[in-house]
């Protein structure tokens, strides 16, 4: 960096304050001073960006389009915003969930602090999931994968902008609570006691516990998927054998694409089974285990 004496301050290509990598995004803060903040976001083609209300907070959020597209919905219409495009939150006022068509860059310019909220809240909680997968046998994309399927299936089913937001963060974390469950127990290569299951079990409601009591609004609102992952349709589930449609969708959705992805993962105690024979067995489990309609979406984006 250099400071002359007219006061500019040269910054050369690739200078950034903080870089930070996350799931097919780099974002690359440029400027933080004076209550403002510039980042540029690179989103891999597919990949997803969010923004949404913060408690609290009404700042002005800007974005500029340098190469690619960014998609949304918009109530049940598909936005696009291409090269060149720009957008306005004067605030925010919904959890929006962005897909990149093509690799895409744009600026980001804020009126709050947003690049550490992101890093600092969400980013601990993702790394926490990371490790506890590996720990319990998972490969480190494990996460990534749930996350990447789960939005598809979800894209499928029509939700909406705001529980796609949410279910992405949601599918991520899924698992977060089994930081809570003793090495014993998460590493064991045998089959788990009874009196083991049932505390294994918990990690539901833990990994729920851990994201309210953050008191962040979208880490509260993924705190439902994270406690009902393991509730199945005709009610043998837990934490508390809900049934049908009691189950919430979002949670539908993770248990199956989490079933699929654990029938095919290869792990101490299994082989992996192959794609096909996963894939029947999700169909079989249809209406019996899984929400008929999230295994309809979920074998058609399969196929
Ligand atoms: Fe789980
Ligand atoms: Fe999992």
């Given at each position: 960096m250099n400071m002359r004496g007219n006061g500019i301050q040269f910054v050369k290509?690739?200078?950034?304050?903080k870089q930070s990598v996350a799931n097919g995004s780099i974002l690359n803060l440029l400027v933080q001073s004076k209550g403002f903040e510039v980042i540029l976001h690179e989103v891999k083609e597919g990949h997803h960006w969010t923004i949404g209300p913060i408690e609290g907070w009404d700042g002005i959020e800007f974005i500029y389009l340098l190469s690619g597209s960014l998609s949304w919905l918009e109530n049940k219409t598909k936005m696009i915003a291409s090269t060149g495009d720009h957008l306005i939150m004067d605030p925010i006022r919904k959890d929006t969930f962005f897909t990149a068509i093509g690799n895409t860059t744009f600026l980001y310019v804020s009126t709050g602090p947003s690049f550490d909220e992101y890093n600092d809240q969400i980013k601990h909680f993702m790394n926490l999931a990371v490790a506890v997968e590996e720990k319990d046998g998972?490969?480190?994309d494990h996460c990534q994968r749930i996350k990447d399927l789960s939005i598809k299936t979800g894209e499928k089913l029509g939700l909406s902008s705001e529980e796609l937001y949410v279910l992405h963060i949601g599918s991520f974390l899924h698992?977060?609570?089994?930081?809570?469950?003793p090495d014993l127990i998460l590493n064991k290569p045998s089959k788990l006691t009874n009196e083991e299951y049932e505390q294994m079990k918990k990690h539901t409601s833990l990994g729920a516990n851990m994201l309210v009591e953050t008191g962040i609004p979208t880490l509260k609102r993924a705190a439902l998927i994270v406690e009902q992952h393991h509730e199945r349709y005709n009610g043998t589930?837990?934490?508390?054998?809900l049934k049908g449609n009691e189950i919430n969708l979002s949670s539908s959705i993770v248990g199956v694409v989490d079933s699929f992805d654990a029938m095919t993962s290869v792990r101490v105690y299994s082989r992996g089974r192959s794609l096909e024979d996963a894939l029947e067995e999700v169909k079989q489990e249809r209406e019996r285990l899984f929400h008929p309609d999230v295994v309809d979406a979920f074998l058609s984006i399969m196929s």
């Open positions: 290509s690739g200078g950034y304050i998972y490969t480190a698992d977060v609570g089994k930081t809570k469950i589930g837990y934490p508390y054998r």
